[in-house]
Each structure stands twice: as C-alpha cells, then as structure tokens.
C-alpha cells in the first residue's frame, strides 16, 4: 500500500495522530507534582509516588511505585535526604537509566534552593544520632520564592527531555511566576497580624515559613529532627513556652496529636494542625490552595 493510501486509511478510520508522547514525570511529593504541572500542562503526565497526608520521611516502598519508576522520563525530588530512607532502592530496582543520577531525567529539587539549618557536624554521624535533617532543612517547597526556584528549574529539566517544548514551558513559567507574584502579596498581607508570634513546632518544617512571615520559632517537640520526644524534654520545653509566652503550637496531620495538644494546654498555646504538602486534604489540589490553607490554618 502506497503511503497516501495509509493516510487516507488512518483518517478514515477516524484516528487522530499523536502530535507528541506526553512527557512522563514521577515526583516524590504531591507539592513537587503541581508545580511540575503548572510548567509543564498539557505537555506531561505527572505521578507523584506519596501523598499529601503521608508523612514524606517515611514512605512505604511498595512494588507499583517500581513499575510507575520504570515509566518515568523524569525523576524530580526534593533531596536533602527527606527520601533517603525509601526512593534509592526504588530507583535502582526501576532499572530506569534515564532516572538515575547525573542523567537528564533526575532533578534534585534541593539544588535549586537556599538550604537553611545546614548543620556543621558530619552528615553521617547527625545521621548515626537519627537526625533526618543532616544535609540541612528539606522543607523548603512552601516558601513562593523556592516554588518558583523549582519551577524554573523544572523548565530547565524538562526542556532537556523534550527540546521541542522549550517554548512551551517558559510561556507557562512565565504565567505561574504571574500567579504566584500576586498571591504572594495577598498571603503576606493577610498574615502579617502573625509577624512576631512565637511558636514552637512537633518537627522542624516550618522554619522557612517562620522566615518568611515572621513568626519566632522557639522550640521543637522533637529533640531532633526525627528523634521522637522525651518526658524530660517535653517538661523543659513547656517550661520555656509559658516563661516565653508562645501563642501557637505547629504540626502536620500525620504526626501524633496527643502529644502536640498536651504541649499546647500545658504550655497556654493553641495547637494548629497544618497541611504540608498538596493532596493533604481533597480540598488541597495545587500550590495555590495550599498556601491560602497554611495561611488560613496559621489564622484560625
Ligand atoms: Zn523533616
């Protein structure tokens, strides 16, 4: 059969061609896969291996997350260790070239940012202590201007694994950064009742938000990151919160709330339970909502 006459065959037929394969992208965390949707939109198909209400240290390696590996055009975490105890022999088992490290198609999100509490003793011995904090804070991804720092440099990453979408990811780049710009200001706005508020956190992951609204973090129910709380360090820190007069006490749905709330009473504080990630909540469905519920959740 002559070429024209296959045409006219595909068409009659009624398929449509592919203008192009969708780039397939695997994130870690659900946060990490919005932004990757924002750039790259109709261009991608993005999977995140966690969700939102799961504690983002400790994911379960299960078989499927192999095979959704396996698929994966690009590979984008957020490094710093926060996945260590599960994605590297997930990515080794997915015997996925394109995904390892130093390929095109493995984006450590961390190198992106401005690491804050980067520890000065050696990672491997905070790590013998069980610090999962020991390159430095991996909470990062909720500050705007580290979103977007991601953002570009996920442009960057999926214009490498798909050089024909170039301008394509800039345009949308562009327009997230838009976005992003105007309701930065509103959010800022909005908290700005909250500058000098003193709190004190189950985990240390809101000390980029601390930073950037102005909060004063003083104190951790886990001694370290990781390094569940003693009844000696549990008094200590009560003790600290009333002489200080913390107002807020901070966690994430998946840590344990007996604790934090024992904390927040015996302490003269108000425990608020925030989402950390996207797809925390149903309601939680890309960057954007997340930040007016951090926001909202830091208010109420
Ligand atoms: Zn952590």
């Not at 939102?52 to 994966?72: C, F, I, M």
């Amino acid at each position: 059969m002559k070429m024209s006459a296959l045409v006219f065959l595909w068409a009659w037929l009624g398929f449509q061609p592919v203008a192009w394969a969708k780039v397939r992208v695997v994130t870690t965390i659900e946060t990490l896969a919005a932004l990757a949707r924002e750039v790259g939109r109709e261009r991608v198909e993005v999977r995140s291996l966690s969700h939102g209400y799961e504690d983002p240290h400790v994911v379960q390696a299960k078989p499927s997350l192999v095979v959704t590996l396996n698929r994966a055009d690009l590979l984008v975490y957020v490094g710093l260790d926060l996945e260590a105890g599960w994605l590297p022999p997930l990515v080794l088992q997915s015997r996925n070239g394109k995904i390892q490290r130093g390929q095109p198609g493995h984006l450590d999100c961390s190198t992106a940012v401005k690491v804050e509490d980067v520890p000065s003793a050696p990672a491997d011995q905070l790590r013998a202590l069980g610090d999962v904090h020991p390159l430095g804070n991996p909470h990062y991804w909720i500050l705007p201007r580290n979103a977007l720092a991601v953002a570009k440099r996920m442009a960057e990453s999926l214009t490498e694994v798909d050089p024909s979408g170039a301008d394509a990811y800039q345009k949308n780049l562009a327009d997230f950064a838009r976005r992003l710009a105007a309701r930065q200001t509103e959010w800022e706005r909005r908290a700005a009742p909250l500058r000098g508020v003193k709190i004190v956190s189950y985990h240390k992951s809101w000390s980029y938000l601390a930073g950037w609204l102005g909060l004063q973090e003083l104190g951790y129910i886990e001694p370290k990151p990781g390094v569940p709380s003693s009844t000696q360090h549990t008094a200590q820190l009560i003790g600290l919160m009333k002489k200080q007069g913390v107002k807020l006490v901070l966690e994430e749905s998946f840590y344990p709330h007996n604790l934090a709330k024992l904390v927040a009473d015996k302490g003269g504080a108000r425990l608020a339970v925030l989402p950390s990630d996207v797809g925390a909540t149903p309601a939680i469905r890309d960057y954007f909502e997340l930040g007016d519920a951090v926001i909202t959740g830091l208010l109420e």
